[in-house]
């Protein structure tokens, strides 16, 4: 089946400093990958689309200077949260399409981002 | 443009019984609709999804869903709810405009009592 692996599962981070979270299709290829947030006990938020080999688009309201999105390869996209703030603190999901949205997107296991 | 809502933010049941977790959507567009799991610090796991063929979907774990165009519904069903069972549980909508957008419920977290 569809996998998705996403890491770290789990960073803390001093405030000021950047983090990067990698995505990474294992058994597919993925054109296109999402990258979401979720608060505590709320919803996903889409952030941005990850296009590879194209820039990324991102949602309205989102910084792009602050959530770079690389998608380099078929089987990988990167979300580096730079200058960090403990207000960026959340948990953070991709997930990758691999047959088409009609067919239900892979989702990673999250990563947990603690800004300290 | 598509929405969905999700009309219960807890949903309580005792083990054995059925589930119900109710989603009613808004789309300009003829929708795919899904239903994903999510257990406390984990990504999304896919339930069932409904592309346009048979109403009456059955997933994942003894999980079913049915697609009511009149009453614009898409609510999960289980006969018996197990302990495992207990998690947050998000109806999603795929946009049709042409993108590859998900829009997500607000999530029905699922408690199972013994």
């Known amino acids: 089946g569809a996998v998705v692996s996403q890491h770290p599962s789990r960073v803390i981070c001093k405030s000021g400093t950047s983090v990067k979270i990698e995505c990474r299709s294992l058994d597919f290829q993925a054109t296109t990958m999402f990258w979401y947030r979720q608060f505590p006990k709320k919803s996903l938020m889409l952030m941005a689309t990850?296009?590879?080999?194209?820039?990324?688009?991102?949602e309205q309201g989102v910084e792009k200077d602050k959530f770079l999105i690389n998608h380099a390869s078929l089987t990988l996209s990167t979300l580096t949260v730079t200058s960090a703030h403990p207000e960026d603190s959340s948990f953070y999901i991709c997930?990758?399409?691999?047959?088409?949205?009609?067919?239900?997107?892979?989702f990673g296991s999250g990563t947990r981002l603690t800004v300290v | 443009a598509q929405s969905v809502t999700q009309l219960d933010s807890h949903v309580s049941v005792s083990e054995g019984t059925p589930v119900l977790l109710r989603c009613n959507y808004s789309s300009s567009y003829s929708p795919s609709l899904f239903w994903y799991v999510q257990h406390p610090n984990k990504g999304l796991q896919l339930l069932l999804k409904y592309t346009s063929a048979a109403t009456l979907v059955k997933g994942i774990n003894g999980f079913e869903a049915e697609f009511k165009k009149s009453e614009t519904s898409f609510h999960l069903t289980k006969p018996s709810a197990h302990m495992s069972d207990a998690a947050e549980y998000f109806c999603?909508?795929?946009?049709?405009?042409?993108?590859?957008?998900?829009?997500f419920g607000t999530g029905t977290r699922l408690k199972v009592l013994a």
């Open positions: 990850s296009n590879e080999g194209s820039k990324a688009t991102y």
């Open positions: 997930s990758a399409d691999r047959q088409g949205r009609d067919y239900g997107y892979t």
């Open positions: 999603v909508v795929s946009d049709g405009a042409g993108t590859y957008k998900y829009i």
